[in-house]
C-alpha cells in the first residue's frame, strides 16, 4: 500500500514537471533589436527594361534563365532606421531639413517582382530585414497604372506587415518620398503617416488604412481607392486628391475638394472643408467651414436599374466675408448663404459620382448596399464584380442637400 502512495505521488511530480518544462523555454526563437534592419518605409517605382539590364542582380536567377516580367520590372527603395538615432523623446523631436539622413538609412535595387527586389536588398544588408514597423508604402503612379497585383500579393503574405499601415500613391517618382527631408519631422515616413493620420482627425481625409484598401479589394460591389500625394519643393507633402481603381489598377484621380465630396456621401464626421459661396452680388462673398455631416442613402430598383437618393445634412460656420456690404445678423442673409450652398453641393457631389461612375468605379460602395438589401436582385442581374461595374455606370442618383448654419462668430457685422 505504501509502495502504491509513493508510485502515485512520484507520478504527479512527474506530471507537474512536464507541464512547467514549455513554460521555462523563454524567448526560444528571439532576434534582437541590433540584429534587425527595421524597414520603416518603402517606395516602388516603375522601371524602363533599359534602367534593368543595367543594374541586373543574379540573386534569386540567373540572367536570361527567365523571361522579365510583363508589366516589367520595380525599383524598391527602402528606409530603414539606423539604431540609437531615432528621437524617442519631446525634446529629441525636432530637426531642420537634412535631419532625415541622421535617423534613417535609404538603399534601393531593381527586381523583377517586388520579392526579388527584397531578395537582393538582403543580400546587400548584413541584418535580416523586419517589417514589423513598416508604416508607409508609396508607390508611384505610373506603377499604379499599371496595376497593384504585384504589390498586394507580397505585402498580404507577409505575416509582419500590419494593417494599420498606410499605402499611397505619388504623383511622379515615388522615391523622392522616402529622400524627403521635412522641417517638421527628423523621420520622413513618420511624417507622411502623421499627414494621413491628422488628416482624419480634422475631417480633411477618410480612414483607408492598408487593411481597409484590401478589404473593399474583395468586396464584389465596392473598389478601393488611396491617398493621392505630391512633395512639394519645401519638402512638405501635399494630399491631392483620392487615387480610385478598377480590381488592382488606378483609373483615375479626384482633386483635393472632391475629397469633401466623398466624406459627405459617405457621412464621415468630423467635417474640415471650407469653401468660397458666391451671393448675388460678383463681389459679395464669404467662406463657410462644414463642422458635421449626415448622410442618409436609400434606393428603388426601376426598369432593372438601380436609382438612388441620397439626402446629405451639413452643419456650417461662417468663417469669412469678401465685402463689408454682407450684413451677416440679418435673417434673410444668413437663408440666401444657406440656399446657394445648398444649389452648389448638389451639383457638386454629383458631379464626384459621375467622375466615378465613367470609369465603373464605386468607391462608396453602392454596390454593396445592393447586394445587402436585394440579393435576389444582384443574383438574377448582377450576379459578379464586373456585373456591378457595368451596372454602376448606368445607375441613376438623386442627391439633396440642406445646409444650415449654426455660427456666425463673435463679429456679426
Given at each position: 500500500?505504501?509502495g502504491?502512495k509513493?508510485?502515485i505521488?512520484?507520478?504527479k511530480w512527474?506530471?507537474?514537471i ?8 523563454g524567448?526560444w526563437?528571439?532576434?534582437?533589436i541590433e540584429e534587425?534592419?527595421?524597414?520603416l518605409?518603402?517606395s516602388i517605382?516603375a522601371v524602363?527594361?533599359e534602367?534593368?539590364?543595367d543594374?541586373?542582380?543574379e ?6 534563365t ?5 508589366k ?8 530603414i ?10 525634446g529629441?523631436?525636432g ?12 538603399i534601393d535595387?531593381?527586381g ?16 535580416r ?12 503612379e505610373?506603377?499604379?497604372?499599371r ?9 498580404r503574405r ?26 517638421l519631422?527628423r ?7 502623421s ?7 480634422m ?6 488604412y492598408i487593411?481597409?484598401?484590401?478589404s473593399n479589394?474583395?468586396k464584389k ?14 519638402q512638405?507633402v501635399?494630399?491631392?486628391g ?8 488606378m483609373?483615375?484621380?479626384t ?5 469633401a465630396?466623398?466624406l459627405a456621401?459617405k457621412?464621415?464626421n468630423p467635417?474640415?472643408y ?8 460678383g463681389?459679395?462673398?464669404?467662406m463657410t467651414n ?15 436599374i438601380?436609382h438612388f ?8 460656420n461662417l468663417?469669412?466675408k469678401?465685402?463689408?456690404k ?6 434673410d442673409?444668413?437663408k440666401?448663404i444657406?440656399?446657394k450652398?445648398e ?7 454629383s458631379?464626384?459620382i ?6 465603373g468605379?464605386d468607391?462608396f460602395g453602392?454596390?454593396?448596399?445592393v447586394?445587402?438589401?436585394k440579393?435576389?436582385y ?14 454602376y455606370k448606368?445607375?441613376?442618383f438623386?442627391v439633396?442637400?440642406s ?6 462668430g463673435?463679429?456679426?457685422q
Amino acid at each position: 500500500m505504501l509502495g502504491i502512495k509513493k508510485w502515485i505521488k512520484t507520478v504527479k511530480w512527474l506530471c507537474c514537471i512536464l507541464i512547467l518544462i514549455p513554460l521555462l523555454t523563454g524567448c526560444w526563437d528571439r532576434l534582437e533589436i541590433e540584429e534587425r534592419a527595421v524597414v520603416l518605409g518603402v517606395s516602388i517605382d516603375a522601371v524602363d527594361p533599359e534602367e534593368v539590364e543595367d543594374a541586373s542582380e543574379e540573386v534569386s536567377h540567373v540572367s536570361g534563365t527567365i523571361p522579365s516580367p510583363k508589366k516589367g520590372s520595380v525599383r524598391v527603395a527602402v528606409q530603414i532606421a539606423l539604431p540609437g538615432r531615432i528621437p524617442l523623446g519631446p525634446g529629441e523631436s525636432g530637426g531642420g531639413r537634412g535631419s532625415s539622413e541622421e535617423t534613417v538609412w535609404v538603399i534601393d535595387v531593381v527586381g523583377q517582382s517586388i520579392d526579388d527586389a527584397f531578395m537582393i536588398l538582403q543580400q546587400q544588408i548584413s541584418s535580416r530585414l523586419f517589417f514589423g514597423h513598416l508604416r508607409v508604402i508609396v508607390v508611384s503612379e505610373a506603377m499604379a497604372k499599371r496595376g497593384l497585383e504585384n504589390v498586394n500579393d507580397y505585402f498580404r503574405r507577409n505575416p509582419e506587415v500590419r494593417r494599420m499601415a498606410w499605402l499611397m500613391i505619388s504623383k511622379g517618382n515615388a522615391y523622392r518620398l522616402m529622400k524627403a527631408a521635412p522641417q517638421l519631422e527628423r523621420v520622413p515616413t513618420l511624417y507622411l503617416m502623421s499627414t494621413l493620420d491628422e488628416g482624419i482627425r480634422m475631417g480633411k481625409f477618410p480612414k483607408d488604412y492598408i487593411g481597409i484598401f484590401w478589404s473593399n479589394l474583395s468586396k464584389k460591389g465596392q473598389e478601393g481607392f488611396l491617398p493621392y500625394v505630391e512633395i512639394k519643393k519645401e519638402q512638405n507633402v501635399e494630399i491631392k486628391g483620392l487615387a480610385y481603381f478598377v480590381g488592382e489598377r488606378m483609373v483615375g484621380v479626384t482633386k483635393p475638394l472632391e475629397i469633401a465630396g466623398y466624406l459627405a456621401i459617405k457621412g464621415v464626421n468630423p467635417a474640415g472643408y471650407r469653401v468660397f459661396i458666391q451671393l448675388d452680388g460678383g463681389q459679395d462673398t464669404v467662406m463657410t467651414n462644414a463642422t458635421h455631416r449626415k448622410a442618409k442613402i436609400d434606393f428603388q430598383i426601376k426598369d432593372n436599374i438601380p436609382h438612388f437618393k441620397i439626402r446629405i445634412a451639413v452643419e456650417l460656420n461662417l468663417e469669412e466675408k469678401l465685402s463689408e456690404k454682407i450684413q451677416i445678423n440679418n435673417t434673410d442673409t444668413l437663408k440666401l448663404i444657406e440656399q446657394k450652398q445648398e444649389e452648389a453641393s448638389v451639383e457638386f457631389y454629383s458631379n464626384v459620382i459621375k467622375k466615378t461612375q465613367a470609369k465603373g468605379s464605386d468607391i462608396f460602395g453602392f454596390g454593396e448596399l445592393v447586394r445587402a438589401k436585394k440579393p435576389r436582385y444582384w443574383n438574377q442581374h448582377i450576379k459578379t464584380t464586373e456585373g456591378w461595374r457595368s451596372m454602376y455606370k448606368n445607375s441613376k442618383f438623386e442627391v439633396q442637400v440642406s445646409m444650415r448654419v449654426r455660427r456666425i462668430g463673435m463679429k456679426a457685422q
